[in-house]
């Protein structure tokens, strides 16, 4: 069997780590078997979609390194929703109900308060044709139910292992609302059938609805409609660093902030891809090679964790193994391209790639230097070599050494501050020789140079 998973947002907002988890499962999975990945638009809600977050969307995955093969807006394919429908209809699966939102509500407390499960209770089923008709004449339009088996739904989680669902405790789903809106539940079916997914991955919030999904899957199959029942796998769902489910926060989690933030796309994408298996948590050299050691049998059933801590660990390594090369154009774009040396000597400082901007300035200058003991910085002036090259740190602060008699902190601390400004940065005796003897001798004389 071929492999072809599908990713199906709702551009109804911004695409967050929760969903982005979805989609790159989806396409490990789908790679790493040869397969393809299907970017479908889950946009039947016409009211709440916006071709701003369906762009933004796409952008993201471009931006991850999520290409697909192929794409689809579920708003194009309402005349097949109509047929599955109608299909549905004649057999007898999907019947309408004429029940206001409150009526719902009161007799779900009614139930509640009797200590029953509040299941919908098929009321619909009995009205006569003149009853529907006196509804009908009120102005009343309909929703249409799935009437469920109630059975135990089996099936082989990839994920899970073996998953059951009773149907028998489930409300039958409404899949077309009164103002003819499809919810997502059927739409979702016939798409799967009609464009030949083999497997549906999506996160374990969605088990209940693969148990009423499985059914109308099942429904269609038996009326002749095309298509097979898919697979299924279900992840467990991200946490955050204190173990609370995230998918209260996911919402201030957006890719494209992220993006602003200036988070490498493989950082991204090697921290979700690799949070809840059992692999160790390291870069990726690519999103395809991610997919060559991806497995579902790698991931336990135990909550995701996805804690910053990790993700900045992850952008700093993913940024100490660019290659000048592949800095390069960054660097120019940044303005803080000062050649190879430059580079081999800040990239271990990076946790963002921006922060280059400011070790070219503190290369550059000018810089504002600290100096705490003027005594202490005017014999390292004097003790300065005429000519300052890979070699010299090490001489000079000997010297210093031998004169003061400071050490250790005491001695670098205060001329890294006098050097550079900061007390944290790249290592002085490869930045020495970037600054140049002549900048250095300013700062120790006290000057912003
Ligand atoms: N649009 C649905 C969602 O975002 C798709 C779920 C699914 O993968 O079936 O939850």
């Given at each position: 069997m071929s492999v072809k998973v599908r990713f199906a947002p709702s551009p109804t907002g911004k695409l967050h780590v929760g969903n982005v988890r979805t989609a790159l499962v989806n396409w490990l999975f789908a790679k790493g078997q040869g397969g393809q990945f299907v970017l479908r638009i889950d946009d039947t809600d016409l009211a709440r979609s916006t071709p701003e977050f369906e762009q933004g969307i796409e952008d993201d995955l471009r931006w991850l390194g999520l290409v697909w093969d192929e794409r689809h807006n579920q708003s194009k394919r309402f005349d097949r929703y109509e047929a599955a429908a109608e299909a549905l209809k004649a057999a007898g699966r999907l019947y309408p109900a004429y029940e206001t939102a409150d009526e719902l509500d009161r007799r779900r407390k009614v139930q509640l308060s009797r200590g029953l499960p509040p299941i919908y209770d098929r009321a619909a089923l009995e009205l006569t044709p003149e009853q529907k008709a006196a509804?009908?004449?009120?102005?009343?339009?309909?929703?249409?139910?799935?009437?469920?088996?109630?059975?135990?739904?089996?099936?082989?989680?990839?994920?899970?292992?073996h998953a059951e669902v009773d149907t028998a405790s489930m409300s039958d789903p409404v899949l077309i609302r009164e103002d003819g809106l499809f919810l997502y539940t059927l739409p979702s079916v016939v798409d799967d059938?009609?464009?030949?997914?083999?497997?549906?991955?999506?996160?374990?919030?969605?088990?209940?609805?693969?148990?009423?999904?499985?059914?109308?899957?099942?429904?269609?199959?038996?009326?002749?409609?095309?298509?097979?029942?898919?697979?299924?796998?279900?992840?467990?769902?991200?946490?955050?660093?204190?173990?609370?489910?995230?998918?209260?926060?996911?919402?201030?989690?957006?890719?494209?902030?992220?993006?602003?933030?200036?988070?490498?796309?493989?950082?991204?994408?090697?921290?979700?891809?690799?949070?809840?298996?059992?692999?160790?948590?390291?870069?990726?050299?690519?999103?395809?090679?991610?997919?060559?050691?991806?497995?579902?049998?790698?991931?336990?059933?135990?909550?995701?964790?996805?804690?910053?801590?990790?993700?900045?660990?992850?952008?700093?390594?993913?940024?100490?193994?660019?290659?000048?090369?592949?800095?390069?154009?960054?660097?120019?774009?940044?303005?803080?391209?000062?050649?190879?040396?430059?580079?081999?000597?800040?990239?271990?400082?990076?946790?963002?790639?921006?922060?280059?901007?400011?070790?070219?300035?503190?290369?550059?200058?000018?810089?504002?230097?600290?100096?705490?003991?003027?005594?202490?910085?005017?014999?390292?002036?004097?003790l300065l070599p005429e000519t300052v090259d890979q070699d010299v740190w090490s001489t000079w602060t000997a010297a210093i050494k031998a004169e003061t008699g400071a050490k250790g902190k005491a001695l670098f601390m205060p001329l890294r501050l006098a050097l550079t400004g900061q007390a944290h940065g790249p290592d002085m005796a490869a930045m020495a020789p970037l600054i140049g003897r002549e900048t250095m001798a300013r700062r120790l004389q006290g000057e912003a140079a």
């Amino acid at each position: 069997m071929s492999v072809k998973v599908r990713f199906a947002p709702s551009p109804t907002g911004k695409l967050h780590v929760g969903n982005v988890r979805t989609a790159l499962v989806n396409w490990l999975f789908a790679k790493g078997q040869g397969g393809q990945f299907v970017l479908r638009i889950d946009d039947t809600d016409l009211a709440r979609s916006t071709p701003e977050f369906e762009q933004g969307i796409e952008d993201d995955l471009r931006w991850l390194g999520l290409v697909w093969d192929e794409r689809h807006n579920q708003s194009k394919r309402f005349d097949r929703y109509e047929a599955a429908a109608e299909a549905l209809k004649a057999a007898g699966r999907l019947y309408p109900a004429y029940e206001t939102a409150d009526e719902l509500d009161r007799r779900r407390k009614v139930q509640l308060s009797r200590g029953l499960p509040p299941i919908y209770d098929r009321a619909a089923l009995e009205l006569t044709p003149e009853q529907k008709a006196a509804y009908e004449a009120e102005g009343r339009r309909p929703h249409w139910r799935f009437k469920l088996d109630g059975r135990r739904v089996a099936w082989e989680d990839l994920s899970r292992g073996h998953a059951e669902v009773d149907t028998a405790s489930m409300s039958d789903p409404v899949l077309i609302r009164e103002d003819g809106l499809f919810l997502y539940t059927l739409p979702s079916v016939v798409d799967d059938l009609d464009m030949a997914i083999s497997h549906v991955i999506r996160g374990e919030d969605h088990v209940t609805n693969t148990g009423a999904q499985i059914e109308i899957f099942e429904a269609l199959i038996a009326g002749g409609w095309g298509g097979a029942l898919p697979g299924f796998a279900h992840m467990p769902l991200l946490v955050g660093a204190d173990g609370q489910a995230l998918s209260k926060r996911l919402g201030s989690l957006s890719i494209s902030d992220m993006r602003d933030q200036g988070y490498e796309p493989i950082a991204i994408t090697s921290h979700l891809g690799r949070i809840g298996t059992s692999d160790p948590l390291e870069i990726a050299a690519s999103v395809e090679a991610l997919g060559q050691t991806f497995a579902f049998s790698k991931m336990g059933r135990s909550p995701a964790r996805y804690d910053t801590a990790d993700l900045d660990r992850l952008n700093a390594q993913a940024l100490h193994a660019l290659s000048y090369e592949q800095a390069q154009p960054r660097l120019a774009q940044a303005g803080a391209d000062l050649g190879e040396a430059f580079w081999e000597t800040v990239r271990p400082n990076l946790t963002k790639f921006d922060d280059v901007a400011e070790m070219a300035r503190i290369v550059r200058g000018p810089i504002a230097p600290v100096i705490e003991d003027a005594d202490f910085i005017a014999a390292a002036l004097r003790l300065l070599p005429e000519t300052v090259d890979q070699d010299v740190w090490s001489t000079w602060t000997a010297a210093i050494k031998a004169e003061t008699g400071a050490k250790g902190k005491a001695l670098f601390m205060p001329l890294r501050l006098a050097l550079t400004g900061q007390a944290h940065g790249p290592d002085m005796a490869a930045m020495a020789p970037l600054i140049g003897r002549e900048t250095m001798a300013r700062r120790l004389q006290g000057e912003a140079a």
